[in-house]
């Protein structure tokens, strides 16, 4: 997987999967946008990357800023050639009848119509160059129903559809597009949780652990580089098999 000095933007890159996945491109031989939302985290992950990556400040549920952070971004590096979108919320977790719909809203534009404005910004230089790589973070809500959590699994199913379609809309143009799925992955969020509640996360995954950051992006990697020229269309979960269990 050498990225020979390709142009490759991930998006909710300041901390955990992104950040992450953002070295390891680097190590790799790519040049990286990294797009996020804090700027200071921002700043101090693209400065440990070195010059071979650049931080553009933006809240992706911005279109505006997102759109600019993304002319930015092939303003310094040339035209993105691979797309990382990974930024996202949670959505909260509370009963469907007493669910906020600001926060549905909310959640619903930055999980998945955020990933349709970058697609749509970056795909015309891919099809002008005929290739490129889009790769989306998903979840296991994307394949499977959650309780309390209405706007996230709506989100998150509906993004692994936009990856489909564009998949299949684009393949013609030598542009793949898929949908990585995290499962329990150790991130700032499942670091902050009691010890009790991560053993009995453990517990329901098949493997008996919680995935990495770095088994993640290892995936995400492969996905985006020509390694992966012939996948396209798919969600790929990197779950230790919980999706495979009876039950998430």
């Not at 390891?24 to 440990?48: N, T």
């Not at 035209?79 to 996202?88: M, Q, S, V």
């Not at 998150?156 to 393949?171: N, W």
Request: aromatic share 6%; net charge negative.
């Amino acid at each position: 997987m050498n990225f020979n000095g390709k142009h490759i933007c991930v998006t909710g890159a300041s901390s955990g999967i992104g950040l992450v996945a953002a070295r390891m491109l680097v190590e790799r031989g790519a040049r990286v946008s990294l797009i996020a939302r804090r700027k200071d985290k921002l700043d101090e992950g693209s400065a440990e990357l070195g010059d071979k990556a650049a931080g553009f400040a933006a809240d992706v549920g911005d279109k505006a800023a997102l759109e600019a952070a993304l002319d930015a971004a092939a303003d310094h590096f040339g035209p993105i050639e691979g797309l990382f979108a990974n930024a996202g919320l949670t959505g909260g977790f509370t009963p469907f009848t007493a669910f906020d719909p600001e926060v549905f809203a909310e959640t619903v534009k930055v999980n998945l119509t955020s990933v349709f404005w970058a697609a749509q910004k970056v795909i015309p230089a891919m099809i002008e160059a005929g290739k490129g790589s889009i790769l989306v973070t998903g979840s296991m809500g994307s394949k499977r129903g959650m309780a309390m959590n209405p706007a996230y699994v709506a989100s998150k199913h509906g993004v692994l559809g936009l990856t489909r379609a564009i998949a299949v809309e684009m393949a013609p143009h030598g542009i793949r597009a898929n949908c990585i799925i995290p499962g329990f992955i150790v991130t700032e969020a499942l670091d902050r949780i009691p010890e009790e509640q991560k053993g009995k996360i453990e517990a329901r995954v098949p493997q008996r652990r919680m995935g990495s950051c770095e088994e993640l992006a290892e995936v995400a990697c492969f996905l985006l580089s020509d390694a992966a020229s012939h996948v396209t269309g798919q969600d790929w979960a990197v779950d230790g098999g919980v999706l495979e269990s009876i039950e998430v």
